[in-house]
């Protein structure tokens, strides 16, 4: 039996009296590398930010391990460590340099002691490439650099779902190499459990096993790389592709 | 003319010296005291104030904090909007009217007037840094986990404290002029002995003279010190690369849950020839 670590059941989220999400349903097993796609403003974000507790939802539930994260029992803080997002601006704490950037986590919410989490800082800024600029600030590196490190930051909470939101939308062609590779590597080497929001349909059809393709907050198709890029179902699903693909 | 002055003023100088440099000590030690005072007031005020509460919060933690904040916007109002000579006579003159405790030592009422009197001018410096601190600064500390407190004491204030670092040299600067007005219950700084000294010896213009002279060489002062910890706030220009080799020893030691490979990974090496 495969173990669900996420589960979202009937997510929907409206601003206002625009709604943004509605009836979102899906699983996310071990393992999984899951790349949700679909045109600007379809809801891909709004998503992964709902997912992470970023926004509140309007109706449904999400849960981790079977257990509802949106009721009041449980504390967003433990479970946002345990998934831990990427962001398009990468988001690095501008007041600290890159080790501390991926210290601070362990050491105030996961309370590891400060050689220990240096040690792992390490470990993981190795991982991404950026151990050399350790004592850099975040205004010092480069976006793609920036980018390596805000992944390393999350690998060193050793969350057990990371949430990818457009990393690579905000980077110059040259440096979109760097930060897919990273995440390549993660996916293949380390199993991580994924879910990535991207424009890079090359990396969501060599990498990821599962696509969900959305359009005005629905996920109008599901299913592996494979069937979607070469044969969807869907009219819709045809038409964004023709169009990424072509343009 | 000129002459004149100056053998008056070093007339004065030989006289009252020890009574001119302890109104300067005092001034020093009240404004010192009082700015570093009210920047906790205001760094206190400026994280309750942006606590945030959505509709799924209970009711008593929303009343809490709009009560808060009401009390907050009110503690500013008022002591923003009245002279802080006016406030000194309430409070020294007040208390014993109202509560019967009165005040015995100065001091006390000193310190208490002018830091209330800057934190609230504090309340809203920090409210508007916090509010200049880009919304993904928050965003990535909640991502990690990181609840209110850990955020503001850790990410935000940090920034928030560089810049509005000239704010603070403001208030400084404020407060060793306006410490003056404390003369009125009593307390003697620096303006106070200009008071006492001409009072005495019929001098008004020199030993005004000296007091002017005097109060700017102490905000130059403050102004040049605190330029230089802007300055150290700002951090270093540049960085260093670090030899990855010994890095890689250090981080080889962290084992790893999985079965995940060590960090001498291929992707590794990938980088390692791009430090610029």
Redesign the interface.
């Known amino acids: 039996m495969s173990e669900h670590i996420l589960e979202i059941h009937h997510l929907s989220k409206t601003f206002g009296s625009h709604a943004v999400l509605k009836d979102i349903d899906f699983i996310v097993d071990k393992g999984d590398v899951t790349t949700i796609i679909g045109s600007s403003g379809s809801g891909k974000s709004t998503l992964l930010r709902c997912i992470n507790l970023l926004e509140t939802l309007t109706t449904g539930e999400i849960l981790f391990h079977g257990q509802d994260v949106t009721g009041r029992k449980m504390n967003p803080s433990s479970y946002r460590a345990k998934v831990g997002m990427v962001f398009q601006s990468f988001n690095l704490f501008n007041n600290l340099t890159v080790l501390a950037n991926c210290m601070i986590g362990q050491q105030k919410v996961l309370k590891v002691q400060k050689e220990e989490a240096r040690k792992r800082a390490l470990y993981y800024l190795s991982k991404v490439g950026m151990a050399p600029y350790i004592n850099a600030r975040p205004d010092q590196i480069s976006g793609g650099q920036k980018q390596r490190v805000a992944i390393a930051r999350a690998l060193a909470m050793e969350p057990e779902v990371l949430l990818f939101d457009e990393p690579t939308s905000a980077l110059d062609p040259e440096m979109v190499g760097e930060v897919l590779d990273v995440m390549k590597s993660l996916a293949e080497k380390d199993h991580m459990t994924m879910l990535v929001v991207t424009h890079e349909m090359s990396f969501a059809r060599e990498v990821s096993n599962r696509v969900l393709y959305m359009a005005d907050g629905l996920i109008e198709e599901e299913g592996p790389p494979e069937k979607i890029f070469t044969n969807p179902d869907n009219q819709k699903t045809r038409d964004f592709l023709r169009r990424i693909l072509q343009g | 003319m000129i002459a004149q002055l100056f053998s008056d003023i070093s007339g004065l100088w030989a006289k009252y010296s020890t009574v001119y440099l302890t109104g300067i000590l005092n001034t020093l030690i009240l404004a010192i005291t009082a700015t570093l005072i009210g920047c906790v007031i205001g760094f206190f005020c400026g994280i309750l104030q942006t606590i945030p509460y ?3 919060d ?1 009711i008593i933690k929303k009343i809490l904090l709009k009560l808060v904040r009401i009390l907050i916007r009110v503690y500013v109002e008022v002591f923003r909007g009245t002279p802080m000579i006016l406030q000194a006579v309430f409070i020294y003159y007040g208390m014993p009217y109202f509560f019967g405790v009165s005040f015995k030592n100065i001091w006390t009422v000193s310190i208490i007037v002018v830091s209330i009197n800057t934190g609230a001018y504090m309340a809203e410096s920090v409210r508007g840094g916090i509010m200049s601190i ?1 919304p ?2 928050f ?9 209110h407190w ?1 955020t503001m004491l ?2 935000v204030l ?2 928030t404290l ?1 810049n509005i670092m000239p704010q603070i040299g403001n208030n400084y600067i404020i407060n060793v002029k306006d410490t003056s007005v404390m003369f009125i219950i009593g307390f003697s700084d620096f303006f106070a002995v200009h008071k006492m000294v001409s009072g005495a010896v019929f001098k008004y213009f020199p030993s005004a003279f000296m007091e002017m002279g005097g109060y700017l060489c102490l905000t130059l002062a403050a102004s040049f010190l605190l330029r230089r910890l802007e300055k150290k706030l700002a ?1 270093k220009s ?7 080799d010994q ?2 020893m ?5 084992s ?3 079965e ?2 060590s ?1 001498f ?1 291929e ?2 090496k ?3 020839g ?2 610029q």
């Open positions: 959505g509709p799924k209970n880009d993904g600064q965003e990535g500390a909640k991502a990690i986990g990181m609840n850990q850790y990410i940090p920034q560089r951090g540049n960085y260093e690369l670090v030899n990855e890095l890689v250090a981080a080889g030691t962290y790893y849950p999985a995940s490979g960090p990974d992707i590794n990938d980088y390692k791009e430090g």
